[in-house]
């Protein structure tokens, strides 16, 4: 049985109801097996619990809105 597991900050109900869906959809087509055979799990971790180039993803998320305006 294929599992997926997808790590990621706050996503909203329907963002996590549409990767469920899509990522099973792709990857039963792709592997060639039944997406009754396929889990799916989504970890939810706050911001600050990410880092990327030595800032927390809150930060990084903060400065690129403030260059992206």
């Known amino acids: ?6 790590e990621s ?14 990522l099973t959809e792709v990857s039963s087509e792709i592997m060639k097996v039944p997406q009754e055979f396929f889990a ?4 939810e971790l706050p911001d600050k619990n990410f880092g990327i180039g030595g800032k927390t ?7 690129y809105m403030r260059e992206h305006k």
């Open 40 to 43: 799916v799990t989504i970890k």
């Open 9 to 22: 900050g706050a996503l909203s109900d329907e963002q996590k109801e549409q990767l469920i869906k899509r």
């Open 57 to 63: 993803i809150d930060i990084v998320k903060a400065e």
């Open 1 to 6: 049985m294929p599992y997926i597991t997808v």
